[in-house]
């Protein structure tokens, strides 16, 4: 029989807390299960008196420059967004409430892993209405001096096919590469538990341009001259390049909908791929939209025709 991948939220609500990487704030989540055709949506709760709402869209899209900040209308701001919608696209779920109540998403461990434990404990739900994807039908490339990133049209996988490579003068890190049929099984094995890195060098810049307040060794990477000063070491050898997967599951999720085809990526980065996300809605002859059938996506096919299929 042929089913169509439904869209998911989660079975009920969830809450967590932890501190805001860059600004060191003491910040709750809550999650609530949201309707079909909802998308993921933030609520800063400690903005009154103006639409505290931020959709997490290509569209509200503000800085890029250290982590993935969102913003409304109104101007109300969202910061460190990436590594919880990487858990939700990782895991598909399509629909959320999240209520938090100071500027930036919590960092927790630095990966996803703790964002898909809250997820998974709550349970995800499937709802009735179908899953649109967008199938990249053209080649779309962006480019910022060496860094370049790319989605191109993908067969024999119905999913996002996912190639990057990272390049680092710090032999601790090097030149890695990865690759990755994106399933919510390999996000797990492979991605979902990868940490946010940074280098000791750095730091002092980054406090004081006012960043990395909330940073430590407890939920970031540090590399320092060729070795990685945490006294845990790796999760995984090549854990720096699983991030940047991580950070482009998460980016890449801004285009409002999975993306059916091949994303690859050369030193790629939030800036990199939120360019990357607003050439693939600049560039609506590159894709179509499409349903899911049991992996095997059918084209065209009008919504009407897909709810009779069932
Ligand atoms: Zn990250």
Known sequence: MISVRKQQTIAGPAMCAGVG????????????????DTGIVFVRSDVRGVDNAIRAHANSIGDT???????????????????LMSACAGLGVDNLIVEVDGPE?????????????????????????????????????????????????????????????IRFADPAIGVQRRRVHLTPESFLSDIADARTFGFLA????????????????????????????????????DEF?????????????????????????DQPGHALNARLVRALLDTPEAWRWEYDFDGEAIHGRAPELIAAVG
């Open 202 to 237: 750095d730091a002092e810049a980054m406090r004081a341009a006012g960043l990395g307040l909330g940073a430590s060794m407890a939920n970031t990477l540090v590399v320092d001259s060729g070795r990685v000063v945490n006294p845990e070491g790796l999760r995984f050898d």
């Open 105 to 165: 998403l919590p960092i927790l461990d630095g990966s996803s892993a703790p964002f898909v434990q809250v997820l998974l404990n709550a349970g995800l739900k499937q709802q009735h209405a179908p899953q649109r994807v967008i199938r990249i039908l053209e080649p779309i490339e962006v480019r910022m001096g060496a860094k370049s990133a790319a989605l191109l049209p993908m067969e024999g996988f119905e999913g996002l096919d996912m190639d990057v490579t």
């Open 65 to 83: 420059r250290n982590c993935t900040t969102i913003r409304n209308a109104s101007g109300v701001e969202l910061a460190t967004v990436e590594h």
């Open 21 to 36: 990487v860059h600004s060191g704030a003491h910040v709750r989540l809550a999650l609530t299960p949201a309707p079909a």
């Open 241 to 265: 390049v699983r991030h940047k997967m991580l950070d482009a599951v998460g980016d890449l999720a801004m285009a409002g909908a999975p993306i059916c085809g091949r994303f690859v990526a």
